[in-house]
Every structure is written in C-alpha cells, then in structure tokens.
C-alpha cells in the first residue's frame, strides 16, 4: 500500500478565484525533510502555492520552494494539491522540479458543469441521465487529454 502525506497546508478558496485562502501554509524544507524520514512516506503532498477549489487559473506557484523540496529531498516523489488554479507555465516548471502526481479536481468538475449547462441552453428539456452524462464525460476527457498534454505524459505509460 501507497501512503500519500501532505505537509503544510493547502488552503481553501472560498469564491474559487482567490489565490490565498486563510488557511494556507506553505511546506517548510526542514519540516518536510524530517517528516518524510521520520515517516517513510511513499509520496509527499506539498504547500507551494495552490488553493483547493479554485476555478480560476491565477495561482502562481513558489518556484524556488519547490525546488529547495526537490533538492532536499531528490527521490521523493511530490503532489502538488489544488492544481486546478495553477497557471499552465508554472506547472510545467514544478514537474521538472519533483512534482510527480498534479490533483485537479476542480478543473475538471467544471469541465463537466459547463458541458451541462451548454446542453441545457441547446435542449433545454433534456433530463434523462444519459442526456445529462454523455456531455459531461466527453469534457472530462477532453480536459484531461489537455493536461496530459501539458504535463508532458503523453504516451507514456
């Protein structure tokens, strides 16, 4: 079994635009370092920047923590949580500094959420389930096939 910690605190966006949010604390190096030797955890989820629940991609990411992270601990594989507000060219710098598993949930959710609400303003008596999943499952491929592509995985198993 996997065991995935998070030190620091990734806080909550309570609009889904802000980039802060009150209970936010960033991943402090030494306290990670110590955690993870402490705990052999197999994935450390870090505080670098991201909020949960942001809907809007305006989070700027601490480039320079996630690189004294990566350096201080070179084979830990990191999770970047609440990875749906980052914006997309400090994303791509973090996966080359360690981030290794990228949450975005929220991206998604509204993927999905926007694909309903078209569907309604096209056939606004559609309310069978079929009629109500078959666009939201084809934005949540289309949105992941789009972040496979950002994140560089593509045909990569």
Do not use: W
């Not at 990734?10 to 635009?17: F, I």
């Not at 990875?83 to 080359?96: L, P, R």
């Not at 360690?98 to 694909?115: D, E, H, S, V």
């Not at 309903?116 to 389930?129: H, L, R």
């Amino acid at each position: 079994m996997a065991v995935e910690a998070e030190i620091g605190k990734v806080g909550k966006s309570e609009d889904g635009a802000s980039t802060e949010a009150d209970d936010m604390h960033y991943t402090a190096v030494d306290e990670a370092v110590r955690f993870v030797g402490d705990t052999h955890v197999d994935a450390l989820a870090v505080s670098i920047g991201t909020v949960h629940a942001m809907a809007v991609q305006a989070a700027h990411l601490d480039i320079a923590l996630c690189r004294k992270l990566h350096e201080a601990m070179p084979t830990m594989p990191l999770v970047m949580h609440g990875a749906s507000g980052a914006v997309d060219e400090d994303v791509k710098q973090v996966i080359q500094l360690g981030i290794t598993k990228i949450n975005i949930a929220t991206f998604l959710q509204k993927k999905a959420a926007l694909a309903v609400k078209a569907m309604f303003e096209q056939t606004p008596d559609a309310i069978g389930f079929r009629d109500l999943a078959k666009p939201q499952v084809q934005a949540i491929k289309d949105g992941v096939r789009g972040k496979i592509e950002l994140f560089g995985t593509a045909n990569r198993a």
